[in-house]
């Protein structure tokens, strides 16, 4: 954050210390989940869910409008994509329903730009031009129309398509000027700076650049300020000016550990990398190169925290939603009771000329209270099928986790004992193990994110033609390791020769790849062998990919079970002394993906010979 957004924030969190639950205390938490969301959005998703439960409370719908919008962002910023497409969506209901323009054209540039985020140009394209239908009607704010023009001008950008990109990143310019937003403008011209960069045009694009870190240094928000010098570093890298680019370089990488902004640090540890090679000083080169690779390896783990910290956030107010639930029924039942009683003493007061009341009135009330409790029973079984479903996820990762961690225990002992052993040649092993082990947990998480993702029918697929020598030289490279450490062959195509295209999603088509080889591994033992082959069908249609090993095999049982009950209520792994165990979720997971993508999996497997898997997809586009 900058030095004004901390002020903000502090200044916020002290008036929130007096505030009492009313409305002002819902704007107040909706303005620190708007301030975090940025730079800190797991911490702002705690404000923004206490804003959306107190405006529910108080029936305040502008405020739960607002506090909608805001936590949406949050959800996007952490990945959870569904999740605030789902908020977005309520708040545009709600938003219609108080006719407010500004949120409607809000909520619409919100779901485009989770659309855009994934990829998915059509739908972004289509929200953001009914957002732009409304964006000059009477009650839309300034910084309303700022964010759908600049989102407009990158969706323009990616899709190559550089005049219309220009034209709104222009409109938002001017309005930025007009409204007096310094920071706005200093943003846009950096955008108008790279859309000449990206045309070559590189003079154009370092005159911009330059005006707009002039216009940014004075206002202190060293974020954006971090942002245009690594830019204009880049336009200098390609005009041959490596001095001053380096001189920006190191300068942004100042801003950004000021102010803690970990993507652009990895961004300037990259253009370190290449200034360094462009200067021929191939050392610090590649000494900036591995900061890059160490770096982004923990800002993807740190991006799966907060994607399973947000998951979290939201069973736990599932829960208590129940749990509200099931209290408020009970007070109504024991008012229900009480009422009975109140009945039964009037009558008996008014004496036998009441009999005829006093039926009707125990008649009424045991249907309201059979009626009562079938509401309760249902909300009890709710809430158990969600502490149930809970476990089942707390049981998986608890056992899954259970293996690399051992091996991690196992390396710290062998490094003891080599020590004690002096065993220098059997110390120089431990690091293919201790990297065995790293991907082996990476994998695993990779696993359970993605069976979650797809669990929740949100699984997006952007398939594409990709050279299968180029999938299989991939996963050679990333098994290398591995296959020297267990003493194990691993055979691949003389890739050169294998000119063959699959149509598949590249995210989806290395995780089943990667899972299957990872299985032959894990179930090999040394002395054996792996064999990756591929070839096309007689109609040309489809490519048959091939994962065959030379390990114990699997019963016919086996088999069956896990080609027909891998299913989310069998998630947890079966483990005996002559079949094989694994975290349950690596074949259903490849299963869900390759039928995504239109293609079959086929296992057949001999106790004591071996296990083959068939996956077969598509050559061309499906129809």
């Known amino acids: 954050m900058s030095q004004a957004s901390d002020s903000a924030v502090t200044k916020l969190i002290r008036k929130l210390a007096t505030q009492p639950r009313d409305t002002g205390r819902v704007r107040l938490l909706a303005a620190l989940c708007y301030e975090l969301h940025d730079a800190q959005p797991t911490r702002a998703i705690h404000y923004g869910e206490q804003a959306v439960d107190l405006a529910t409370t108080l029936h305040d719908q502008p405020g739960l409008l607002r506090s909608l919008l805001n936590l949406s962002s949050c959800y996007a910023n952490v990945s959870d994509g569904p999740h605030a497409l789902q908020l977005q969506q309520k708040a545009l209901m709600l938003a219609r329903q108080l ?45 309303t129309q700022l964010m759908l023009f600049g989102n407009l001008g990158n969706l323009y950008s990616h899709l190559h398509n550089f005049p219309q990109a220009l034209l709104y990143t222009r409109r938002a310019l001017q309005l930025a000027r007009t409204s007096g937003d310094k920071a706005g403008e200093s943003l846009y011209l950096a955008h108008l700076g790279t859309f000449y960069y990206q045309q070559n045009q590189l003079d154009t694009a370092e005159g911009l650049l330059r005006k707009a870190i002039t216009l940014v240094e004075p206002l202190k928000n060293y974020r954006i300020e971090a942002g245009h010098l690594e830019l204009l570093a880049i336009v200098l890298l390609l005009k041959e000016q490596l001095d001053e680019a380096e001189a920006l370089t190191v300068r942004a990488l100042q801003l950004a550990r000021q102010t803690n902004y970990q993507e652009r640090i990895l961004d300037g540890y990259n253009l370190m990398a290449e200034i360094k090679v462009s200067q021929r000083e191939y050392e610090q080169a590649f000494n900036w190169q591995s900061r890059f690779r160490d770096l982004n390896d923990s800002l993807n783990s740190r991006s799966r925290l907060q994607t ?42 008014v004496g036998l000329g009441g009999i005829g009341l006093l039926y009707w009135q125990l008649r009424r009330s045991r249907s309201a209270l059979a009626t009562k409790n079938v509401a309760l029973h249902q909300a009890t079984h709710e809430l158990r099928e969600v502490a149930a479903s809970k476990d089942r996820l707390y049981a998986i990762v608890a056992h899954d986790l259970r293996g690399p961690v051992t091996s991690f225990v196992g390396v710290t002992e062998l490094i003891e004992f080599y020590l004690r052993q002096g065993d220098e040649k059997g110390l120089r092993r431990l690091p293919a193990l201790v990297r065995q082990s790293a991907q082996s947990l990476n994998g695993l998480l990779d696993n359970l994110l993605n069976w979650a993702v797809s669990q929740n029918g949100e699984l997006v697929s952007q398939p594409e033609s990709l050279p299968v020598n180029e999938l299989f030289a991939e996963i050679e490279e990333l098994y290398r390791t591995t296959a020297e450490a267990k003493q194990i062959q691993l055979h691949t195509p003389d890739l050169p020769e294998l000119d063959l295209r699959v149509w598949a999603d590249r995210n989806m088509i290395r995780t089943i790849l990667r899972n299957l080889v990872g299985n032959a591994f894990k179930f090999t033992p040394g002395g054996g062998q792996i064999a990756l082959t591929a070839h096309s069908a007689p109609d040309g249609s489809s490519i048959l990919l091939t994962v065959a090993d030379s390990g114990r095999g699997m019963a016919a049982e086996q088999v069956e079970a896990l080609l027909h009950n891998g299913t989310r209520q069998q998630l947890l792994p079966v483990i005996s002394h002559n079949t094989r165990s694994g975290t349950g979720l690596g074949l259903p997971l490849c299963r869900a993906f390759v039928e995504r993508l239109h293609g079959t999996l086929s296992l057949q497997s001999v106790l004591g010979e071996g296990t083959t898997v068939w996956v077969q997809l598509p050559a061309q586009p499906v129809v």
């Open 99 to 143: 006719h407010d323009n500004d949120g409607i054209v809000r909520a619409y540039t919100g779901i485009g730009g989770v659309h855009h985020e994934r990829n998915d140009t059509t739908n972004a394209l289509h929200n953001y031009t009914r957002a732009l239908a409304l964006a000059y009607d009477k009650g839309v704010r300034v910084r």
């Open 308 to 349: 399973l910290t947000a998951l979290q956030a939201r069973y736990d107010t599932k829960e208590k939603e129940h749990q509200i639930r099931l209290l408020t029924q009970r007070g109504e039942l024991q008012q229900l009771r009480n009422r009975e009683l109140w009945a039964v003493v009037s009558t008996l007061i």
